[in-house]
């Protein structure tokens, strides 16, 4: 899923911004040096993200999910499984990382992992909350994907998160 190049009208990820697409390049100058980078717009807001040409690894931008993808995350929130720190403030570390890394594989264990914990029983608040927010973070991400796998993975996310709102 590696991408070095991307095009107008791609959607990718820009951690920690979220989804937004590429609206073209542009040559801006920096240090008395002219770079190309990729114009990012996010539909939530009117802010554009400049991301270098020549090295978008630096950033953590990728490509967005697509349809193809949805077996394997499917998996992932199914039987997600991590070895989360018990002490909390090395656990909330750990999670605000692996959150903002914007690695959506990583993102669906985590979501699953949370919920497998908190059928067992509730989580405690700051878990709880990232759970929330993880769920909102791969929403946001699948949102105006089409498919029966990518409503299959939205459906898996909203109950997961009624189901976490009852208990």
Not at 90 to 95: D, F, K, L
Not at 140 to 159: C, F, I, K, R, Y
Request: glycine letters at 8%; proline letters at 5%; charged letters at 15%.
């Amino acid at each position: 899923m590696k991408q070095t190049a991307f095009q107008t009208g791609d959607r990718v990820v820009l951690p920690p911004y979220g989804v937004g697409r590429i609206r073209g390049t542009c040559q801006r100058s920096v240090a008395g040096e002219t770079h190309a980078y990729y114009q990012v717009e996010f539909s939530t807001t009117t802010s554009l993200a400049y991301v270098p040409v020549s090295a978008p690894q630096t950033t953590g931008i990728r490509t967005a999910l697509a349809a193809v993808d949805m077996p394997v995350l499917l998996h992932a929130l199914q039987t997600g499984s991590l070895n989360l720190p018990h002490q909390w403030s090395a656990r909330h570390r750990y999670v605000s990382d692996l959150m903002s890394s914007g690695n959506a594989h990583d993102l669906a264990v985590l979501i699953g992992e949370l919920h497998a914990r908190n059928q067992r029983r509730p989580l405690p608040d700051l878990d709880r909350q990232a759970f929330r927010r993880s769920i909102r973070l791969l929403q946001q991400e699948l949102d105006g994907l089409g498919g029966a796998q990518v409503a299959e993975v939205m459906n898996w996310l909203t109950a997961a998160a009624v189901e976490h709102a009852v208990s």
